[in-house]
């Protein structure tokens, strides 16, 4: 016997949700809107963010091309090999970013310079105030319209505590009931009890009952008010949700994170089923890359790719981590010579760093997490992390390239 993923009463609550937000047109024209260059700049100078915008657009001048490097260096690629595309973790709002554009500025005359990685992945709490202050669109701004990066992910946490009378909209419209705590000053937070933190569970894997309405709801509000179209995913039942409600908005995808232990072919295809039950006309999904978890050998990396083409699912990624954050895993991880298996194969492949492989001060998965007020104060100190991630990948990425392997970095790098 075949049972659905989803009732008739969680697509109701869904379509609810959507409706609530104008619908599925209306979602993603706002969407493609809130991306316009122009349309953030003048957003960003009205929040105070206008000269942080224009001296990003004055560093950028100054970085280093992996077009120069491919030419300088006669780079010939070989078109049995995959491609690499760099992806680096941690870019943690805008006063991060910004320093760590200066970094990459004025690594260019230096004999290490550093290129922009293709997909860049932030891990900052999906608050209101970083919403609507302007702090998330000045970072997606520098990242997507300024360093061209081709993607830019962001996490959405459900234990972020918010507006009381949010919760209670939310259950009018979707009529769902959300348990949840008093956290003060109008706001409430759900009762998580596995792990009992605001940030439980690395940031929102406990899900329980309903609460991927929530998920959902803090992804379509920041989506809305500035265009960001990419989400880290948190649970299980979030990707059925997303899969489902995003069925019918073409600019709005997720990615799997590593946290959900996708670490086996069992697990893989659990993955490919829940994308065929609500798959798009035209064979795409919602969800957008995979991160293969750091358990995977090579073989099992490429089978994945096999099985996922097999599937007839389009436009989807896989990714896999390089580095790690030293309290993330193992000491020492380092997947680099199987990146190499993976891509001399012929299989795609996202090469990711959540560390350069040193245990610098700030390099943390405890990072993530600092309250708005201390991320800011060590701004420099976390921006140099994700420069030497960003110059590990540059590193990495030039051997793939002198091994004939393409490998794509962020526009603004050539």
Not at 208 to 222: E, S, W
């Amino acid at each position: 016997m075949h049972y659905k993923l989803l009732s008739d009463a969680d697509m109701k609550a869904m379509d609810a949700l959507k409706e609530f937000y104008g619908g599925a047109k209306e979602i993603s024209e706002t969407i493609w809107k809130m991306r316009d260059f122009e349309t953030r700049k003048k957003i960003l100078a009205e929040k105070g963010f206008g000269k942080m915008i224009e001296e990003a657009e004055e560093l950028v001048k100054k970085f280093a091309k992996a077009g120069d490097y491919e030419k300088e260096n006669n780079i010939k690629y070989n078109s049995s090999f995959g491609v690499a595309t760099a992806q680096v973790s941690g870019w943690q709002g805008a006063k991060v970013t910004h320093h760590a554009m200066n970094r990459i500025a004025e690594s260019a005359n230096s004999d290490e310079p550093c290129f922009v990685a293709s997909e860049f992945i932030s891990v900052v709490a999906l608050t209101d105030n970083y919403i609507y202050n302007g702090d998330l669109m000045a970072t997606l701004t520098m990242a997507e319209n300024i360093m061209k990066v081709s993607k830019f992910c962001s996490t959405n946490l459900i234990s972020i505590p918010m507006l009381e009378s949010r919760f209670q909209k939310l259950e009018q419209v979707t009529r769902k009931k959300f348990e949840r705590a008093d956290a003060g000053n109008g706001l409430s937070n759900l009762i998580l009890k596995n792990q009992g933190t605001f940030f439980g569970n690395f940031g929102g894997i406990e899900v329980a009952n309903d609460n991927h309405l929530v998920y959902l709801d803090g992804v379509t509000r920041t989506a809305l008010a500035n265009g960001a179209d990419f989400f880290l995913n948190p649970s299980w039942s979030t990707i059925v949700a997303v899969c489902y409600y995003g069925r019918d908005i073409p600019n709005l995808h997720i990615k799997i994170s590593m946290m959900l232990a996708t670490q086996n072919l069992v697990q893989f295809r659990m993955l490919l089923n829940i994308m065929k039950e609500y798959i798009r006309d035209d064979m795409t999904s919602p969800l957008y890359e995979i991160n293969i978890g750091n358990g995977v050998s090579p073989e099992i990396f490429i089978q994945c790719a096999k099985e996922l083409e097999d599937s007839g699912i389009k436009g989807i990624s896989l990714a896999a981590h390089i580095r790690i954050n030293p309290d993330l895993g193992i000491a020492g991880f380092d997947w680099t010579n199987n990146a190499f298996t993976v891509l001399e194969s012929g299989t795609d492949m996202t090469f990711k760093y959540e560390s350069d492989g040193t245990a610098r001060e700030m390099d943390t998965m405890e990072t993530y997490f600092l309250p708005e007020e201390e991320r800011n104060a060590n701004a420099e100190k976390i921006g140099d992390v994700i420069f030497y991630k960003s110059l590990r990948a540059t590193k990495d990425g030039k051997a793939f390239m002198k091994k004939g392997i393409r490998t794509l970095f962020g526009g603004s790098s050539y």
